[in-house]
């Protein structure tokens, strides 16, 4: 065994790669297969038919969501229909992959527990959650993922001062900001500040690395709001808040709030309503000629999200969601208490998934009761309508861990850099690392996934790993001050 162990730390990446091509061989084994089943009906693709004969048009009159999922998607439509599905499986897996690895590296580096490393690094490769949403085509599959090889290429340009680990870590993080509206340019800015202010003696050879990447991201916001005066990567933000808001009033208030002015017209219908709904609401919108942006309906027959309407009422329907926040405060904080909830629950149980999980419900239901620490999971699998349905018995409680040691994580992070402050000493470059994994899921728990409740549970599979990685960071640093041996990694160093 100790033989085994120790070829297992000395080829790590191939240990993993091996582990991880087996699972996926299992699963096809068994009849998994990749589910594109929503290629047509899910609201952020794009109509199928201009997306595969009109690609870069239909992306240039994107406004609905950021350009990069509906790129992916229409670069592999013409492999269409034998060829899509394995095209998208090989290239979901090989991101997949490549995000374990970097995750195994930074938690090897960031902890200095190789072998620690290597089996959270393998739990990724077995996860059910993993595993499902790698054959899936939902965004989610690749967020994850990207956001370590981002982590990955920043930490060694710091660390190790390449100004090409920089250049990859700054593009990848533009390509997660570019593909999920949930990792807003904010994050992306943020993480740019740290490493600036971190990585003292290189901070020209970090804002080389950051220009180009942070101009593919203003230049689409720039084409957005010089297209449709919507300054942002989505048109769906307002209703988003809707969701949570407005949508969420007693129904006497907000006929009252109508009534009065204090809402919009449009606030009778709920935030993210069909286009059909909205333009019945306006006085007529005149065509554009675009057909992404005219049509009611895809070609498929399935709403077309992206049509120009939702442009038009971003204003009114923000305005709305701050009326509804002032009048019912309360109710806000019932959602937020439900997203916590949400967030908290398997991501494995996430809709949409059921056709592969159907096949590995024994190893899902199994993982969720031991890892998960999922109480219900006990009674019966995901798929199961007969198991209890009692609130505190769905949620993950060992996801509650994990959330709880990234908080640990921040606090100590906090103190560590206050003591720096009061002692006069710079903060070792390795912090822009912990700090950008700190900001990140600070952003989406505390941010992101107040506007996305009902759906939490792939919010938060989509920050796991770095959640993760700051949960046994704090764990590491407090183990290491109960034994009298310091805080690894030391933190902060004083200046040469």
């Known amino acids: 065994m100790a033989g085994i162990w120790g070829w297992l730390l000395a080829r790590p990446g191939r240990a993993l790669a091996l582990l991880y091509a087996g699972a996926r061989l299992a699963l096809l084994a068994l009849g998994c297969r990749f589910d594109a089943t929503n290629l047509a009906s899910w609201m952020q693709i794009a109509d199928v038919a201009l997306l595969r004969d009109h690609l870069w048009r239909t992306l240039w009159y994107l406004h609905s969501q950021p350009p990069l999922f509906n790129l992916i998607v229409g670069l592999a ?11 998208l499986d090989a290239f979901y897996a090989a991101v997949t992959l490549g995000g374990i690895l970097a995750f195994h590296a930074l938690a090897r580096d960031l902890t200095g527990r190789p072998g620690l490393a290597l089996l959270l690094a393998g739990w990724w490769c077995v996860s059910p959650a993993v595993l499902l949403f790698s054959q899936k085509l939902y965004y989610d599959g690749l967020v994850p993922w990207l956001l370590c090889m981002a982590l990955w290429g920043l930490h060694g340009g710091v660390a190790r001062r390449s100004a090409g680990r920089l250049a990859f870590g700054f593009a990848v993080l533009a390509a997660v900001v570019l593909l999920r509206s949930m990792i807003h340019p904010i994050v992306f800015a943020a993480v740019a500040a740290a490493c600036l202010l971190f990585a003292r003696g290189q901070r020209l050879r970090v804002a080389a690395a950051a220009a180009l990447p942070a101009a593919a991201i203003a230049a689409v916001i720039a084409k957005n709001l010089l297209l449709f005066g919507v300054a942002g990567l989505s048109s769906w933000a ?36 069909p286009p059909d709904a909205y333009l019945a609401l306006l006085p007529p919108i005149a065509a554009t000629g675009e057909p992404s942006l005219d049509a009611v309906r895809k070609s498929t027959g399935d709403y077309n999200w992206n049509h120009i309407v939702y442009t038009r009422i971003g204003a009114a329907r923000t305005a709305d969601a701050r009326a509804a926040l002032r009048a019912d405060p309360a109710g806000f904080a019932r959602v937020l208490a439900t997203s916590i909830y949400h967030f908290h629950r398997p991501a494995s149980e996430f809709k949409g998934l059921e056709r592969n999980l159907a ?35 769905q949620m993950a409680y060992g996801k509650w861990l994990v959330t709880i040691g990234f908080a640990v994580e921040g606090l100590l992070l906090a103190l560590a850099l206050l003591a720096a402050v009061r002692a006069r000493r710079w903060p070792d470059p390795r912090v822009a690392t912990e700090a950008a994994i700190l900001m990140i899921g600070g952003f989406v728990i505390l941010v992101s996934s107040s506007f996305d409740v009902w759906e939490n549970n792939r919010a938060s599979f989509d920050i796991a790993p770095l959640l993760l990685l700051a949960a046994v960071l704090a764990a590491t640093r407090i183990a290491a001050w109960r034994r009298g041996g310091g805080v690894p990694p030391r933190p902060l160093r004083r200046p040469r």
Request: net charge negative; proline share 13%; hydrophobic share 50%.
């Open 77 to 87: 439509l013409p492999l269409a229909p034998d060829g899509f599905g394995w095209a």
């Open 238 to 273: 307002p209703l988003n808040i809707d969701h949570t808001t407005v949508d969420r009033l007693p129904p006497a208030l907000r006929r009252a709030m109508i009534a009065d002015g204090r809402l919009s017209p449009l606030a009778v219908i709920d935030g993210l309503s």
């Open 359 to 393: 096949i590995i419900a024994p190893w899902e239901r199994l993982a969720n009761a031991t890892v998960g620490l999922q109480p219900v999971a006990w009674f019966g699998g995901t798929l199961d309508p007969g198991r209890p349905q009692a609130p505190l018995l």
